[in-house]
């Protein structure tokens, strides 16, 4: 069955550094890959979505690569902030349908200052 | 734009009983809801794909009797929780797209369910 691997562990990293998280995937072949935000006790926020065809998307202080060989994409966050602590969670769709996503367990993150 | 509401934010209810919870999308049309759960420190859950004016679509190893879901307007679905068990206290979290040509989904804040 498709499976979505986050980092378990938590991310510390200081304020100003550049933040990398990583999402791996097996079994699945996404015509999306996209991250979502999570702060505790809310619901996800989307932040950027690329296509199977695109290797990289920036949005302001945000970058993510999407390696299709490798079944792999990265989510940057430069410059970082203490507000940017947060979960991070990783979803995959194929295109067409009812644009179902599958979701990676997320990946926390704390911006120290 | 593109913002989702739910209602409650929490509720606690005893065993046995019924609990609603409501999914609005506030500033656009959505004919598509889906409806997730979560559990502490795990991924989210797809339950079930709401369309409106049709029967929802239910994942493998949801029970439909029990998780009703009714999509009656293009800016309302419900799920209702029936002869809710502690085991289905969770946090229930809807989300919305924009049309089938959109992928990314709208979120709204979650609903908090404690069964006792």
């Known amino acids: 069955s498709q499976k979505i691997e986050q980092n378990s562990e938590a991310l510390n990293i200081q304020e100003g550094k550049t933040a990398t998280l990583t999402c791996n995937y097996t079994?699945?072949?996404?015509?999306?890959l996209q991250w979502y935000r999570q702060d505790p006790g809310r619901g996800p926020v989307f932040l950027l979505l690329?296509?199977?065809?695109?290797k990289e998307k920036r949005k302001e202080r945000l970058k993510v690569t999407f390696d299709t060989t490798l079944k792999q994409s990265l989510f940057h966050i430069t410059a970082s902030q203490p507000a940017d602590s947060a979960t991070y969670l990783c979803a995959l769709s194929k295109a067409g349908g009812y644009n179902k996503l599958i979701f990676g367990a997320g990946t926390r993150l704390a911006v120290h200052p | 734009g593109a913002v989702v509401s739910q209602h409650p934010s929490w509720v606690i209810c005893k065993s046995g009983t019924s609990v609603k919870i409501e999914c609005r999308s506030l500033d656009f049309q959505a004919t598509t809801m889906f409806w997730y759960r979560q559990f502490p420190k795990q991924s989210l859950m797809l339950m079930a794909t709401s369309n409106e004016g049709s029967k929802a679509t239910y994942e493998q190893g949801v029970e439909k009797d029990k998780f009703l879901i009714n999509h009656a307007s293009l800016t309302l679905s419900t799920l209702t929780v029936t002869s809710a068990h502690p085991e289905d206290s969770s946090f229930y979290i809807c989300s919305a797209s924009l049309g089938q040509e959109t992928y990314e989904q709208y979120f709204g804040p979650g609903t908090r369910l404690t069964v006792t």
């Open positions: 079994n699945y072949s996404p015509a999306y």
């Open positions: 690329i296509r199977e065809n695109e």
